[in-house]
């Protein structure tokens, strides 16, 4: 009969011992887990068994519920997108893209910085400054050239013009005795190859036929050798108050010299040959402006 209170006592010796190391296990309580403890299962004391037992203080830890989403780790999301990559893509980046932008130039660190483009011309093209009639003009000017130059001009200063025929841009003959002016007539000798002498057209009618034609002084440009579409063409800028004629075959031409272009002639009211030059350029401008106010002195301008 004493060995039942003996083993009792032994038992509880050892719960006692084993307390301490069943409190430190690596066991996860509820409130760790969030999931909701099961009873633990009621042990009824049998003959071996008494209250406050190892059995009755240590349930077995149930199983976690397969499938709860709860327990499952989410993946890392990155709170910011790495640095140095863009969120757009090639296709995006092309289609904000403004159409009527040009396209980037090619970077060239020797290149000097663009400058606006001027407006193309003729390398060769005279620079000619307006030349303003002076208040007093005391002879002709004289008309000076070479040997060689002489050579190439039929008419010269002292001769009457010769009477020659040219058409204009519809086709129409017209004889210069027609339409000389009642004081003064220039006739310019042009081409539309030669930049000087397209340059004589525009500066005739600017200087002479805009400002003087109402005084009596008439600009007749006759254009030799060109198609006449393209004399048209190029003498569209020039004032309409000069006569435009065409010369195709240099028959008219021919009975004023036998080379070069441009020329220009200076005619009194009868078409006599006052002065002329056979090129046109800066003190050629100066020239014909002066033989212009000395001969309208001459006719009381």
């Known amino acids: 009969m004493m060995r039942k209170p003996l083993r009792t006592a032994l038992g509880c010796l050892l719960i006692a011992a084993l307390l301490p190391l069943v409190g430190c296990s690596g ?11 099961p009873t633990p299962p009621v042990i009824e004391p049998g003959p071996e068994t008494e209250p406050g037992s190892p059995a009755a203080e240590t349930p077995p830890t149930p199983a976690a519920p397969s499938g709860d989403a709860s327990t499952e780790a989410a993946p890392a999301v990155p709170a910011t997108e790495p640095a140095g990559e863009s969120t757009k893509t090639s296709t995006d980046t092309a289609s904000e893209k403004p159409d009527d932008m ?10 000097p910085a663009a400058t606006p483009v001027a ?6 093209t005279p620079t000619v400054p307006a030349v303003t009639l002076v208040e007093e003009v005391t002879a002709m000017p004289a008309v000076e050239m070479t040997e060689a130059q002489a050579a190439t001009c039929v008419v010269k200063v002292g001769d009457t013009f010769p009477q020659i025929s040219a058409a204009t ?17 220039v006739v310019a000798f042009w081409n539309a190859s030669n930049p000087y002498a397209v340059w004589e057209l525009k ?7 805009m400002p ?14 060109d198609p006449a579409e393209l004399a048209q063409q190029t003498a569209a800028a ?7 004629l065409i010369d195709p075959q240099r028959a008219a031409f021919a009975q004023v010299a036998t080379a070069r272009l441009p020329r220009v002639y200076l005619l009194d009211a009868s078409g006599k040959v006052l002065w002329f030059d056979l090129e046109y350029s800066q003190e050629t401008e100066r020239s014909l402006m002066q033989a ?9 301008g």
Do not use: M, W, Y
């Open 102 to 111: 040009p396209a980037e130039p090619t970077a060239d660190a020797t290149a």
């Open 27 to 37: 066991s996860k309580t509820t409130e760790e887990t969030g999931a909701e403890a």
């Open 119 to 124: 407006e193309a011309a003729p390398s060769t």
């Open 212 to 225: 003087l034609t109402d005084a009596g002084v008439s600009v007749v440009a006759i254009n030799c050798g």
């Open 169 to 185: 841009f519809s086709g129409e003959a017209k004889q210069l005795a027609e339409l000389l002016g009642p004081r003064l007539t």
């Open 203 to 209: 500066r005739v009618g600017e200087l002479i036929a």
């Open 238 to 244: 020039s004032p309409e108050k000069v006569v435009q």
């Open 292 to 300: 212009v106010h000395f001969a309208l002195q001459g006719s009381g």
